[in-house]
């Protein structure tokens, strides 16, 4: 019989083999033991480090010390700045039926439990470019904290101010206004909604791209401070652009005896701004029965608020406007009408009451000044204006 012999691979000797496998198996234990060795070399001194570190400056600062190393994403505030810090961002995702609801919290509770400087909002209804801009930031300049800007215009314009600019990133969300239509009275509300999100305001004051101070901001911010009423125009015009414009539709929330007219530039306290954003009574009579050649934005705020504060509004408005030239519209100002002789127009024959007192201080604010304005009211506001 044949013995079967099994192939050899080529290049192996199977002896070698054997011998390199004893080796293998002999290595193995060795390096385990080598490797449980330094682990359990590692344990002790970490051990005893952690002893000699408990004793010397105690378990709880051990704590403290890994606990500090955590830092959260995000830091949300818990306490009471939550509710008073005005928003940092006035861009938001709110809608128009969002944010007049937001706006209306109010505190039932009249101190505050914080101190509180009460700041004038000045609200900017424009087109777009604000030509004034820098007779207003002189008229600003040094009073930060004390006012506040926020600036409705079509919502395709991009304003490029600069960051030092107090109108810098004070857009607010806007939409299409047109005049003499219901859409002006909501870019309004819109305006004064987003301006009661900061706590902090406290009178509201409604201006154009060609709307100037006629005073340094001192005596305007005391005078509307000390004022017992708002700044709003109300008056009953029998006549044809008055009463001639109601609708009967409008009973029984107005009635003809209620109807007013008035200025659309206007100033409210901080009670009338949540009255006005929180209307759902009279808004839709006005949104429906009062269209051109009725002129929403005369009558809607003017008879609203003689319903219902009629003795908390002056019944006049604060910004001067020259009807003269007749139209329309009220006359506009060029460069070539700022001389000596304007000013002295301007502030002459004022005569109102203020506080139920006889007053010549009436106006405030004034009305509509060109582009071409600018450089001479920059020239000539130290010695007439006051800033």
């Known amino acids: 019989m044949q013995q079967r012999v099994m192939p050899l691979e080529e290049g192996k000797d199977p002896g070698a083999a054997a011998v390199n496998r004893t080796s293998q198996y002999k290595a193995m234990p060795l390096r385990l033991l080598q490797l449980f060795v330094l682990f359990l070399a590692l344990c002790v001194t970490f051990a005893v480090i952690s002893i000699y570190t408990i004793r010397h400056f105690g378990i709880y600062n ?26 940092s961002n006035l861009i938001h995702t709110m809608n128009d039926k969002e944010l007049l609801w937001r706006a209306t919290f109010a505190s039932r509770i009249k101190q505050y439990p914080f101190k509180r400087v009460p700041k004038i909002a000045f609200m900017f209804l424009t087109k777009g470019p604000m030509p004034l801009a820098p007779l207003w930031e002189k008229f600003l300049k040094g009073h930060e904290g004390f006012y506040s800007i926020y600036v409705h215009s079509l919502p395709s314009f991009e304003p490029n101010f600069p960051p030092s600019s107090a109108f810098f990133g004070r857009q607010v969300p806007s939409q299409i206004s047109e005049w003499g239509r219901m859409s002006m009275c909501d870019a309004e509300r ?60 409008m009973a029984p929330e107005v009635n003809i005896t209620q109807w007013r007219k008035g200025s659309q530039w206007f100033e409210v306290n901080r009670k ?10 009279f808004y839709p009579k006005f949104e429906k029965f009062c269209r051109p050649a009725c002129y929403v934005d005369e009558h809607y705020f003017p008879t609203m608020l003689t319903i219902e504060a009629s003795n908390q509004i002056a019944n006049r408005s604060i910004t001067w ?53 600018l450089e001479p009211l920059l020239h000539m506001s130290t010695k007439f204006l006051g800033y």
């Open 272 to 281: 009338l701004a949540i009255n006005i954003v929180q209307d759902t009574t």
């Open 190 to 249: 819109r305006l004064l909604a987003n301006a009661l999100l900061d706590i902090s305001n406290e009178w509201f004051i409604l201006l154009s791209e060609s709307c100037i101070p006629v005073y340094n901001f001192s005596l305007i911010y005391h005078y509307i401070a000390k004022s017992k009423y708002s700044f709003t125009g109300a008056f009953d015009d029998p006549g044809p652009y008055g009463r001639g414009r109601y609708n009967t539709n």
């Open 321 to 373: 406007v020259d009807w003269s030239r007749g139209g329309a519209h009220p006359a506009t100002f060029g460069g070539s009408d700022i001389k000596e002789e304007f000013f002295k127009r301007l502030f002459e024959k004022q005569h109102c009451t203020y506080n139920n007192k006889n007053s010549t201080v009436c106006f405030l604010f004034a009305r509509k000044f060109a582009p071409s304005s």
């Open 62 to 87: 051990v704590m403290d010390t890994v606990k500090s190393s955590f830092q959260p994403c995000l830091e949300e505030p818990n306490g009471l700045e939550r509710w008073t810090r005005p928003p």
